[in-house]
């Protein structure tokens, strides 16, 4: 039996992690939420919740796993106080992390980092050997977390840090329901001039690869977790266009135009500003390289496969 502690289990990732794993054998879950009440409708029948005070005062739980998930979103408006990422993500990390090292049965920890704590624009392919670098307050807590977690890791005990880049699937409507609305209205995308390629992760690779860490079949460490092939926003929205059935036209409209438009936007009260065109338009590129090795098997869910079920659960 697998005695799973998860916190933040009423996230998108939580939610759907919970349901993975219950439909897998052998799992005994326990939820940690802020407000009890509140999540039990939340979640699926069968899972014990707990709040955080009593998980940090609990001496002998006997759980084997925990995983933590709880965090503080990047706040893309930035009107979120810096103090806050750090009281949530580094702070709360450390108070989780040493329940974990108190619990003597438990012998597996895995904490959901971020691609933000490594880089924010890097240059290049991003794998686990780049030295991080983050510009944000967001990414400066989640860096704090993952170093205290592996700096005080203790023997017997198995750390691992994943580092997911965009996660997606049903249920998370974020910046690709907004291309998806775009395009589905039959408004032609006006940044087709712009060549850039991100990588995306199927919530359905990152629930496979949790549950191969709790089968005991990765050894601990740093992971960056993404699906296979990144794709261009132009691709994107082909894809969306096949799924919508809409025509998904593209136009290359002039970067200098496109340019002269957004710098516009900062004044006028248009769709584009410098700020949107920049999120819209570059490039951020992750190598699974080291976690592909380590699995010595194919995450189970393409690039395509996965976008296609996430833009089609839009509609539902």
Known sequence: MFKTLITGCTGFVGSNLISYLQKQAGYEITGVSRNVDASHGALP????????????????????????????AHDVKGTSEDEAYFEVNFELTKQVFQ???????????VILSSMKAVADKPEGVVGEDMAPQPATAYGKSKLMAEEYVLEHEREGKRVFVLRP?????????????????????????????????????SIDNL??????????????????????????TNELVSLIAKTTEKSGRILSTPKWLIHSIAKAG?????????????????????SNAKLKKALGKELPVN?????????RSFND
């Open 45 to 72: 029948a069968g899972i014990s919740l707990i709040a955080y005070p009593d998980l940090l005062q609990e001496t002998s739980a006997g759980w084997n796993s925990y995983i933590h998930l709880a965090g503080m």
């Open 99 to 109: 329940r974990f090292l108190q619990d003597e049965e438990a012998g597996t920890f």
């Open 165 to 201: 880049c965009m996660i997606h699937g049903p249920g998370n409507k974020g910046n690709l329901n907004l291309l998806y609305a775009l395009i589905r209205r039959g408004i032609p995308w006006p940044l087709g001039s712009f060549d850039n390629r991100r990588s995306f992760l």
């Open 207 to 232: 629930n496979f690869v949790i549950h191969e860490i709790l089968s005991g079949r990765l050894s601990p460490g740093v992971y960056h977790v993404c699906d296979d092939e990144p794709l261009s």
């Open 266 to 286: 900062h004044v006028l009260p248009l769709p584009l500003d410098q700020e949107r065109l920049q999120k819209l338009t570059e490039s951020y590129v992750v």
């Open 303 to 311: 690039v395509r496969d996965g976008l296609t079920r996430t833009f």
